[in-house]
């Protein structure tokens, strides 16, 4: 049975906010968006297949500023929530990002790490220029890495990182554009090569969406443009991303269980009502505290025995939460 994935979720929790700040960043925060990026602006992964940028390149669950992605539902290795994304010193103050993770290099199956940090940046005037602030960004995550990557004096060990920024509303001359600014090797006298990885540690990247009617308007910028359009419809968004991108708007859920959300009513009346009647009437006999305990035992059998499922999914179901299924699990055995 196929479900709407978390993207597809997000898409329609958007609507047409998918421009402010807080849906545009849980919209980008997703792994396969983030995995498109990737493959479409850093060099790193240019000849990746974005699947496997998504499934085996995105190391952990990266994190949108300070709230964990999507609290009020599981992961499902969708979205990302893995790497600390505030950076802070006594003198200097606290610096959040964004959206921040780690990614691994495809080619030299080495553990070398690139952290790169994503922007989603509406205002493109907001006091000084933004490609200042992705900069000093990308120097802050390196000198963040003093104590965690490196210590004394081993600076051969810093790892490269980038910043990129998704700007939803730039100027004109600024529309349907992608800008790379990175450190370079310049000889101004006689002629040196030196090892690239030694000053290649820093890239800021600019993402400048605009007009569909543009020539550029396609690819990286054209995905970005429909995900963040606060004018089209979510379903005309999933249309556009699954036919132009192959991005899968559903899931397969596993031994056929339809969604949870789609599953209140059967629980509730082959589930919980018996399950409760039960807990009920143990509950007279032992407490209020312990019948409802029976009875939220009773139920998670009860589903098992009827739906066919595993324990975790009889709990999910259930919406009993994640500190107890130990509990339950463990007097299941009994």
Known sequence: MEVENILAKNISAAGDKAAYDAACKKLLANKIILAWIMKSCLEEYRESDVNDIAEKYIEGEPQIAKTAVNPDEGHDGEQIRGAKNEDSTIQEGTVTFDIRFYAVLPKSGETIRLIINVEAQNDFYPGYPVIKRGIYYCSRMISAQYGVEFTDTHYEKIKKVYSIWVCADPPKYRQNTVTRYAVSEENLIGEVKE????????????????????????????????????????????????????????KELESGVTDVCNLSKGIEEKGIAIGMERGLKAGMEAGMEQGMEAGMLQAIKNLMDTLKLTAEQAMAALKVPENEWLKYAGKLNE
């Open 195 to 250: 090892k690239k990885e030694n000053y290649d540690l820093l890239t800021a990247v600019m993402i400048c969406l605009g007009d569909p009617e543009d020539n550029n308007y396609d690819g990286i910028l054209k995905l970005l443009n429909v995900l963040l359009s606060s004018e089209k419809k979510p379903e005309e968004k999933k249309r556009i991303l699954q036919e132009d991108f192959a991005i899968r708007m559903t």
